[in-house]
């Protein structure tokens, strides 16, 4: 699965995930993405969702 987009360029202050300098990306099982923003000094955690997902009945 491709990731498109997630945050935008910004300080710790704004609203949103606000993103400076994240050379640093891990990911975990329960679907969530950590990333390192050194430029903010912060760890944000992203609970990963899709963005279309289909179910199908199996007959």
């Not at 990731?3 to 935008?8: A, N, Y």
């Not at 710790?12 to 390192?36: M, V």
Request: no cysteine.
């Amino acid at each position: 699965n491709l990731i498109l987009r997630l945050g935008k360029y910004g300080n710790i202050d704004d609203k949103g995930i606000a993103l400076a300098y994240a050379p640093y990306l891990a990911t975990h099982s329960d679907k969530r993405l950590f990333i390192a923003d050194t430029g903010n000094s912060q760890i944000i955690s992203v609970k990963l969702n899709y963005h279309t997902e289909v179910v199908l009945k199996v007959k």
